[in-house]
């Protein structure tokens, strides 16, 4: 069984970065793809997102996060508010630049990911969804434990939702 074990974790990630490599080519030019994919959280939930929030959902580092949103503010995609009843919170939402970006970008970039995928036949694609989601849930219940990756280690980011450490 550890044989196959290290087949599916090699092919997870060649797969994973075959598919990074032409899904940068749907984000708009002056984004890039952590950028994206923190707007793209942000563009599921209209009313903002703590931080911490995103951090959870992206599976990265809280410095991660920062540094991110620190540049979409920059750039005017995002803001920082305080949240409503308690003002030591903040929460991230795009900005209307940001929304108008969003609406641009995602049509695109759903063509951008149906084209790569075209090549395998619709039925595989759901016994693949069907199987990546088993192991997923397996993996969330189980949890950290001895010998696992730190979070925003690159076997973290093998979730399509993940986003890698930007440079700088």
Known sequence: MSAVAISVWVRLLRVHGLLLRQ???SVPEHLTLPRFDVMAQLHRRPEGMTPG???????VTA???TGI???LVREGLA???PLPGDRRTLLVRLTPRGWRT???AIPRHRRDVQAVLAAVPPAELRRLRQALGCAM??????????????RGSTTDRLDVGTVPKEKK
């Open 23 to 25: 899904v940068r080519r």
């Open 53 to 59: 929030e995103l951090t959870r959902a992206l599976l």
């Open 63 to 65: 410095g991660n996060v």
């Open 79 to 81: 803001e920082r508010r």
């Open 137 to 150: 849930r397996a993996l969330e219940v189980r949890g950290p434990g001895p010998g696992q990756a730190m």
């Open 69 to 71: 949103v620190d540049r």
């Open 102 to 104: 969003m609406e641009r």
